[in-house]
T-cell receptor, first 108, second 120 residues
Framework: EIVLTQSPGTLSLSPGERATLSCRAS???????LTWYQQKRGQAPRLLIH???NRASGIPDRFSGSGSGTDFTLTISRLEPEDFAVYYC?????????FGQGTKLEIK | QVTLKESGPVLVKPTETLTLTCTVS??????????VTWVRQPPGKALEWLAH???????SYNTSLNSRLTISKDTPNSRVVLSMTNMDPVDTATYFCARISIHSYDFDYWGQGILITVSS
């Protein structure tokens, strides 16, 4: 099973700043099937980025994803107030999925 | 418009079997490029993938829960059912169903979730 480790656990920033979230896999993620989700309190997760770097429909272009193999990054170029939430990475491989433990993005 | 909605008992007793239903609309469970998955989230904790089923009836389970889970689909009635046996208080969580897009193996639409509490 591939283990995903997200860092940092909590990121404290101000609106307008740039956020960089990391997701490291214990083995190479096949096919770059690495996905990022945003989850706000009391809500279901929302798909942000698929195949490591492709924005989902309706996602603002301040969100971008990069990486391959075992190291992946989600970048939010200029934080808006609505971006403060928990972010999860997820991988798919050999017919199973795993999630990272999440990064909480909080207002400084 | 794609929607998914979870239903089931909100309270189960330890050792009982939980049966959850995901009713979908806006797409067909026979659509070749899709599947449906179940994910859970204990209060204040991370997401955990449980199981999925694709349109060709291919199924897969989280190996740590494999022996307790069964997933099936009722295509004519647009429902996916997840059963989990021998429930324990640690299984208390919000259970989500979501649609899988086979193109990227991501979960592109989610239900609102249902909080299941395990307590005697």
């Amino acid at each position: 099973e591939i283990v995903l480790t997200q860092s940092p656990g909590t990121l404290s920033l101000s609106p307008g700043e740039r956020a960089t979230l990391s997701c490291r896999a214990s083995q190479s993620v096949s096919g770059n099937y690495l996905t990022w989700y945003q989850q706000k309190r009391g809500q279901a997760p929302r798909l942000l980025i698929h195949r490591a770097s492709n924005r989902a429909s309706g996602i603002p272009d301040r969100f971008s994803g990069s990486g391959s193999g075992t190291d992946f990054t989600l970048t939010i170029s200029r934080l808006e107030p609505e971006d403060f939430a928990v972010y999860y990475c997820q991988q798919y491989g050999t017919s199973s999925y795993t999630f990272g433990q999440g990064t909480k993005l909080e207002i400084k | 418009q794609v929607t998914l909605k979870e239903s089931g008992p909100v309270l189960v007793k330890p050792t009982e079997t939980l049966t959850l239903t995901c009713t979908v609309s806006g797409f067909s469970l026979s659509q070749p490029d899709t599947g449906v998955t179940w994910v859970r989230q204990p209060p204040g904790k991370a997401l955990e993938w449980l199981a999925h089923i694709f349109s060709n009836d291919e199924k897969s389970y989280n190996t740590s829960l494999n022996s307790r889970l069964t997933i099936s689909k009722d295509t004519p009635n647009s429902r996916v059912v997840l059963s989990m046996t021998n429930m324990d208080p640690v299984d208390t969580a919000t259970y989500f169903c979501a649609r899988i897009s086979i193109h990227s193996y991501d979960f592109d639409y989610w239900g609102q979730g249902i909080l299941i509490t395990v307590s005697s």
